[in-house]
């Protein structure tokens, strides 16, 4: 059985769309028959796949939450995960060592002091935003680093083109494998959840039919680009007032500053703030509702919920902006104009025609076929690049 060290920094969480995509890829390496170790750093909620072995670096102080991208606490923390790779591969034989972004570059060192092929996992695009001038040269370094790292690493992956276009400045294409992200949700709702979720959204009122769900999904700590689906609820009410809706995600504050907006438009009893929910709470919301509301506006990858939508044959509301041109056409969602009463207008068009929103529910899910984003395609990618770097030029 060959071995894989596997390098990662990203923490485990639920709603990040980087930790649902390493828990997908450590579980095809075990089902591919592999033995994993794995690398990572202390978090509240640590990676537990079946068959793979864990090994933490020392919990610092500071580094309880990281900054997104690059860091001097990041850094520290990847000299840590350089040395226990290190420490490892030298008691250990590994057939291939595989990094996740940050840790490309340590999956590199690794291989190169141990004399390993390495994979680069590419997760992340990075950000070129204003960066403070004490951040300048440990992003300079990065960089540079993460260069050398492409220009040697025996496989690239990535969830997109992303892998190909840094190859291609490499003049390396070859060696880049690009593997489309899974959802992370499943179908296998427990029937509790599921009760509890029709009784809180989809109950009739007196003698009113059940109403119409119409979710939103935000991330965990903001409602980043969902103002356009807040802003389209009142246009929705005054045509149908038997549509309910459903917002997920966002800090406390944040839910109070938009309940407090809602309940000034005269729309806060048809609204429910949920926060951030488990997974299983969030598959059997998901389940109970009738249409979801994609309004994220996105030109690189596809978010983790989007897919969700789709694994569980929502019909879909999107806005058209760089989201519906990767992922949708009329063919298989009701795409819409990126503003508000455009929005609304579509959700009211899917509540009146049922029948239109089931079909586009069906070919949704047939989308995830297309694009060959099932368990089964993610182990062959996986597998074929992992024969190509364990073969060598």
């Known amino acids: 059985m060959s071995r894989v060290l596997f390098i990662t920094s990203k923490p485990c969480h639920p709603w990040g769309g980087e930790s649902n995509r390493v828990r997908h890829v450590l579980e095809a390496l075990v089902a591919l028959g592999h033995g994993v170790d794995l690398v990572t750093i202390p978090s509240a909620a640590p990676f537990r796949v079946q068959g793979v072995t864990t090994h933490l670096v020392p919990r610092l102080p500071f580094c309880r939450s990281l900054p997104e991208g690059v860091s001097l606490r990041r850094g520290i923390l990847d000299m840590l995960m350089l040395f226990k790779a290190v420490s490892l591969a030298w008691r250990a034989h590994y057939d291939i060592i595989h990094g996740v972004d940050d840790c490309g570059v340590v ?6 002091l141990t004399r390993k092929p390495f994979v680069y996992d590419i997760q992340d695009r990075v950000h070129d935003g204003k960066t403070a001038w004490f951040r300048r040269g440990t992003r300079s370094l990065a960089r540079f680093l993460s260069r050398c790292a492409l220009r040697r690493a025996d496989v690239v992956i990535g969830e997109n083109l992303d892998a190909v276009a840094a190859l291609a400045q490499q003049e390396r294409m070859a060696r880049a494998c690009v593997i489309p992200n899974l959802p992370a949700l499943t179908g296998n709702v427990p029937a509790p959840s599921l009760n509890l979720a029709r009784a809180r959204h989809k109950a009739a009122r007196g003698d009113r039919p059940p109403p119409t769900v119409v979710t939103c999904v935000g991330a965990r700590d903001h409602f980043r680009g969902l103002m356009m689906f807040f802003n389209a609820i009142p246009y929705v009410l005054r045509e149908n007032a038997d549509v309910r809706f459903v917002a997920v995600g966002g800090t406390e504050p944040q839910i109070a500053r938009v309940r407090e907006a809602l309940g000034e438009a005269g729309v ?5 703030l949920t926060g951030c929910l488990s997974q299983t709470d969030l598959a059997a919301l998901l389940t109970v509702s009738d249409i979801v509301v994609a309004p994220y506006q996105t030109s690189g990858t596809v978010p983790i919920r989007v897919l969700d939508f789709l694994y569980l044959s929502k019909p879909i509301v999107v806005a058209d902006t760089g989201l519906s041109k990767i992922m949708f056409s009329s063919h298989n ?11 609304a207008q579509g959700i009211l068009h899917l509540c009146k025609y049922p029948q239109f929103a089931e079909g586009l529910a069906r070919k949704g899910h047939e989308t995830l076929l297309v694009q060959h984003r ?3 395609a993610f182990r062959e990618a996986l597998r074929q690049c992992y024969a190509y770097g364990m073969a060598g030029d």
């Open 107 to 112: 999956a590199w060192l690794a291989g190169l």
């Open 374 to 376: 099932t368990p089964e």
């Open 268 to 272: 806060a009893e048809s609204v429910t």
């Open 333 to 343: 969602a009701m795409v819409v104009d990126a503003e508000h009463e455009a929005l």
